[in-house]
């Protein structure tokens, strides 16, 4: 089994990540949606409903297949999908437009195609980090709540890393290969733990 810290790191970065992520979707939408709050509306639901559904899979997975390839296969593909969203985001927003305009089942459409999927296999990790650091049930509360503030502590810290660091610097698109990349290289860290199979301590 994979450490504790190699888990606790991947929570961090993936919730630093996710929270970006989620920042950068905006930029996407903008040109097309504008940047009011109904696009914000949109853009924040389309993250909780992603996450609610990547717990709910994160947790009945877990269960079944106790095993940190999970944590590796989801960071890796959220990767992968990341980065084709630069050579796609625009033609394929620029296509709802045509067909949905851009009122709300149109930008419902443009959100759920940046975010839904990434953001939902983000949101299987803090279940499945939870199950694999668990030990005994007396330390559920604390393992659970150690998982989830370390995801939030990260999110806080990529919501403002990107906004005011990452944006200005690099841009959008950059910014989404950068976290693609990110997210590759952490699924492969977690494949070579895996393959170590050292004992949780």
Request: proline share 4%.
């Amino acid at each position: 089994m994979t450490r504790p810290f190699v888990i606790y790191f991947t929570v961090f970065v993936a919730g630093a990540i996710l929270m970006g992520f989620e920042m950068l979707g905006s930029r996407y939408l903008y040109p097309h949606f504008g940047g009011s709050i109904n696009t914000w509306a949109v853009l924040i639901s389309t993250v909780l409903y992603a996450l609610t559904t990547g717990y709910f899979i994160g947790g009945f997975l877990i269960d079944r297949f106790p095993s940190v390839g999970l944590m590796s296969a989801a960071v890796g593909l959220a990767g992968l999908y990341m980065a084709a969203i630069p050579a796609l985001a625009e033609a394929s927003l620029a296509g709802i437009v045509a067909k949905l305009g851009v009122g709300l089942s149109g930008m419902m459409t443009a959100s759920a195609l940046l975010l839904l999927v990434p953001v939902a296999l983000l949101g299987t990790l803090t279940p499945v980090a939870v199950r694999l650091v668990l030990q005994d049930a007396a330390g559920s509360g604390r393992v659970a709540g150690l998982v989830y503030g370390i995801s939030t502590v990260g999110s806080v810290f990529g919501t403002l890393f990107t906004t005011f660091q990452l944006i200005p610097t690099f841009g959008s698109r950059q910014n989404t290969y950068i976290f693609a990349a990110c997210l590759i290289g952490l699924g492969l860290l977690l494949r070579a733990s895996l393959r170590r199979r050292s004992p949780v301590s």
